[in-house]
């Protein structure tokens, strides 16, 4: 199972779009999001990756969109890797399907006739989230290998769910790519949130 963090967001560029973004909860890709999405798609075109899961956030579609075209495979998306509706950060209802507004190019690479295994009921506590990644994760570990797209705190529990006691939680870069193979009745670490391939690319722009 490859797991793939989305790129980094516009609004952690440009946090004065927060003050006016008609979907402040749902930001873009920033330009380096999108060159760092670019580079984890040149690092996955050989890899026998036979699914793509990816979040219903526009900045994980941004973010799996180059490596389905790496990969000439359509993208499932699934509500149940969303990321997390803390109550002290949002005050609207997040999405559980792809922005309405999706541009006809990602829309072209969506398998629209896949149905989300999981639907989040939001608010949820940081427990809660762990919970239905976990649940989520299981369902999609049924699918010969899988890439999932998704966010850091949901990678937490998926990967949790995946490795159980033996799971230390670490930090998830932006755009990381992590690989768990299942060998002798468990799943171990063959990457662990590697960053490799960006490596020819300047530190993620984060304002201050």
């Not at 949901?154 to 670490?170: K, R, S, T, V």
């Amino acid at each position: 199972m490859w797991i793939v963090r989305h790129g980094n967001r516009h609004d952690f560029v440009y946090p004065q779009w927060f003050n006016y973004a008609e979907k402040k909860y749902d930001p873009p890709l920033s330009e380096d999001g999108i060159i760092q999405a670019k580079a984890v798609a040149k690092r996955l075109e050989n890899e026998p990756i036979k699914h793509i899961f990816c979040s219903p956030f526009l900045r994980a579609i941004e973010t799996a969109y180059p490596i389905a075209i790496a990969l000439n495979l359509p993208i499932k998306i699934e509500s149940g890797l969303g990321e997390w509706h803390n109550k002290d950060w949002m005050d609207t209802k997040p999405l559980t399907q792809y922005p309405d507004n999706l541009e006809k190019k990602y829309l072209d690479v969506i398998n629209l006739d896949y149905q989300p295994q999981i639907y989040p009921q939001y608010p949820e506590t940081l427990e809660e989230i762990y919970q239905r990644t976990a649940q989520t994760t299981k369902i999609l570990m049924n699918y010969h290998n899988p890439l999932i797209v998704g966010h850091s705190v949901a990678i937490q529990g998926m990967i949790g769910a995946l490795l159980g006691h033996e799971h230390q939680p670490i930090t998830i870069p932006l755009c990381s790519l992590s690989k768990l193979r299942y060998i002798d009745d468990k799943w171990q670490w063959e990457l662990k949130a590697d960053t490799s391939h960006l490596s020819h690319l300047p530190p993620p722009i984060i304002a201050h």
